[in-house]
């Protein structure tokens, strides 16, 4: 061999085995520089004690049914989902705190993704599954191993023959030496491929033609299998390398193949969007579920305001001696069924209609702001009651499409093919190629340009051995083999059937929200020409009451009739709105299931770390944004105008106007509402009756009645 040709052999195993350790085939994207980014960052290991607490203490006083109010803090839907993104989370919790398990081993705690609701938690589990990938590559590193040995012989002779040998010599002395250093590199097709460069080194008191003796080796080895393990594929699926005869190499196996990790890092992206997809979508639900609250408190306090008008009316009565007490308390009795309902609607709601404190500290939860924070939360966004009639084909097409978890499901199944393939790589024998080619020299020094060195004597190539062969080994039978290759057969067979029934459920969930869409449309419709009927009939039985009618044409007792319509013209209103709430709702649910939940609300998520443009918090541009559109439904929110006293002149109501279809932004409803008299926390005792006059009939202090509405 000439110098040329070994220092060519030399640089070419030397490429081929740098080039190998940076072969990250599947790895060349922007998801494992966030995984180093997050790796290296030093935030995710924040220095602080553990009976340190990381929610401030200095929080706001907790708001009750007793002082719920605050100043407002009106706020869009498009605030709440960038909040949510920010540091938000689901209702799955409720706003409870998960017990952690702790293992049996010391400091072996759960992981918390399975634990908490928080985004920003489960944002870590798609990174920390990308390390699992790099994890899968170790097995192809090249590996290099090195190793020196010193040893000294001191040993008498103790026969006839050994002094023969050692040239009549009574102490046989040698002083032994081995460097050995090899550079081996495990091939994505299976083989092995390794340089090893050998020295040893002789010194002693024996004759010998060349003492002391150096012996350096340079050795070319390769290995490749020709059926178990052969193939750049299966060397993809293994958890293994095949490993070696001529080699003591690592095979790996801590980390699933490469293809394998990286469908269950795709996984865990799609199961990170189901997350994300539910988060916007509880969002969605708390903002209306809060915006139908207070629609149901207005309705109460218009009950109220209805109720407390028709008593004063009848307290007058009652003083001058026209109203019998017990109609008096009968208003009363209504009033405080109002009040009552008020109360709930303030507080914690009834059933399935939370209140409003109640929604509030659900959206508070969901989008990560403090549970109180001097403030309370208005929705200022208005409901749709656009029709929305969508194409059933192409929605389920899309459900198929873009639904997460269906994509998660199929992923799964792949990785159960992969791992069918996998495992069918084991009926293969273990049938290999091996071989070696040496390069030998001898000397009485290391180095130098003489014949007597051995550096220059191993360039020079003259004395070369080689070996080749095969190796063969199988196990009678493959029990082992085919009985995991059944399961894995079993595993694909169960991961079909179970795409298939979800794929079915997909459109059995889809078809419930399809129908919704079309219910909700049309109950918004009755429940609205049903408030305006309600609304009719209180003002003509109110008309007749302040009229002192006692009874109608028809017979009926005005008293009666009126205070049903003023329950029936409050169930109307809320029943109204919560029809409303519950379409938007379903509209989100409806995106939902066709998996465009994220696409409808203008969210991506995107792997790698935030760039500097958009570092800054999204819900501070979009709450600056809204401010103006804001103001101009509320414009003298803040400025602080003073409400009126309250009188004992009959309380004035504020009812919705019957013709307007549009919907009454919650700004200007609560602006309106500040325009209206306080209502009493209690009514004041009632004076001794006189003697109740025949209605009809005046006494001498008092003033004409006025002339009898018509009723129309």
């Not at 178990?228 to 690592?250: E, K, Y």
């Not at 009795?333 to 309902?341: H, L, P, S």
Request: include cysteine; proline fraction near 7%; aromatic fraction near 8%.
């Amino acid at each position: 061999m000439r110098p040329s040709q070994l220092v060519l052999g030399l640089s070419w195993l030397v490429t081929v085995c740098v080039l190998g350790c940076q072969q990250h085939n599947l790895l060349n994207g922007p998801a494992l520089r966030y995984a180093e980014q997050l790796t290296h960052r030093n935030d995710l290991l924040p220095e602080r004690t553990l009976e340190e607490p990381t929610l401030s203490l200095e929080t706001a006083e907790v708001r009750t049914v007793l002082n719920p109010d605050a100043p407002k803090r009106y706020i869009t839907l498009a605030e709440c989902i960038a909040l949510a993104l920010e540091h938000g989370r689901d209702l799955s919790g409720r706003g409870t705190i998960a017990p952690v398990p702790v293992r049996g081993q010391p400091g072996g705690f759960g992981d918390p993704s399975l634990l908490t609701d928080q985004i920003r938690v489960l944002a870590y589990d798609p990174a920390e599954l990308a390390q699992e990938i790099e994890s899968s590559l170790a097995k192809f590193d090249t590996q290099w191993q090195t190793a020196l040995v010193w040893q000294k012989q001191d040993r008498p002779v103790g026969t006839a023959l050994e002094q023969f040998q050692a040239g009549f010599l009574q102490v046989i002395e040698r002083d032994i030496a081995q460097f050995q250093t090899r550079l081996v590199k495990p091939l994505p097709t299976g083989g092995v491929a390794g340089i090893t460069f050998r020295t040893d080194y002789e010194f002693s008191n024996l004759p010998a033609r060349v003492n002391p003796a150096y012996r350096p080796v340079l050795e070319f080895a390769f290995e490749q299998p020709l059926l178990q393990g052969a193939g750049v594929g299966i060397n993809q699926l293994r958890t293994t390398h095949p490993g070696s005869v001529l080699f003591n190499i690592p095979t790996g196996g801590r980390a699933q193949g490469i293809l394998l990790a990286r469908l269950t890092y795709n996984a865990s992206q799609f199961e990170f969007l189901r997350r994300v997809q539910e988060l916007l979508l509880g969002v969605e639900r708390a903002y209306w579920e809060l915006y139908s609250a207070y629609w149901q408190l207005f309705s109460a306090e218009v009950g109220m305001r209805q109720a407390l008008r028709s008593w004063q009316r009848a307290k007058a009565n009652l003083e001058a001696g026209r109203e019998a007490i017990y109609n008096v308390a009968q208003i009363e009795e209504q009033y405080q069924f109002f009040r009552a309902q008020r109360l709930q609607a303030l507080g914690r709601g009834t059933g399935a209609q939370p209140g409003v404190l109640e929604a509030e500290r659900r959206l508070r939860y969901l989008i990560g702001l403090p549970p109180e924070d001097g403030t309370r939360l208005v929705p200022a966004d208005v409901p749709t009651t656009a029709p929305y009639r969508p194409n059933w084909e192409v929605a389920l097409a899309e459900a198929l499409v873009h639904r997460p978890e269906l994509s998660a499901t199929r992923l799964a199944m792949q990785h159960a093919q992969l791992q069918l393939l996998a495992v069918r790589d084991r009926l293969l024998p273990d049938f290999r190629l091996f071989g070696s080619y040496n390069v030998n020299s001898l000397g009485r020094k290391l180095d130098g340009d003489d014949a007597s060195s051995a550096i220059h004597n191993l360039f020079e190539g003259r004395f070369n051995d080689w070996q080749f062969g095969f190796i063969f080994q199988m196990p009678l039978g493959f029990r082992d083999a085919y009985s995991e290759y059944r399961q894995a057969q079993i595993q694909v067979a169960k991961w079909t059937v179970f795409l298939r029934n979800q794929e079915q459920a997909t459109a059995y969930q889809l078809q419930d929200s399809y129908r919704r869409l079309y219910q909700l449309v049309e109950e918004i419709a009755i429940q609205r020409a049903r408030r305006r009927a309600a609304q009719q009939q209180l003002e003509a039985f109110q008309s007749l009451w302040e009229a002192g009618r006692a009874q109608t044409p028809e017979g009926r007792d005005v008293l009666t009739a009126l205070l049903n319509a003023q329950r029936s013209f409050a169930e109307a209103l809320r029943d109204e709105y919560i029809a409303t709430s519950e379409y938007n709702i379903a509209l989100a649910e409806f995106e939902r299931d066709k998996g465009t939940l994220l696409r409808h609300n203008n969210v991506s998520v995107v792997e790698g770390p935030i760039p500097d443009c958009a570092k800054a918090r999204a819900s501070e541009h979009i709450r600056e944004r809204a401010r103006g559109w804001i103001l101009q439904h509320a414009p003298a929110t803040d400025r602080g105008r003073p409400t009126a006293p309250a009188s004992d002149a009959p309380t004035q109501t504020s009812l919705p106007d019957t013709q307007e279809d549009q919907l009454l932004p919650l700004p200007r409803l609560l602006e309106k509402q500040r325009e209206l008299p306080p209502l009493p926390d209690k009514l004041p005792e009632l004076p001794v009756p006189r003697p109740v006059l025949p209605r009809g009939s005046l006494p001498e202090t008092t003033t004409p009645p006025s002339p009898e509405p018509k009723v129309q």
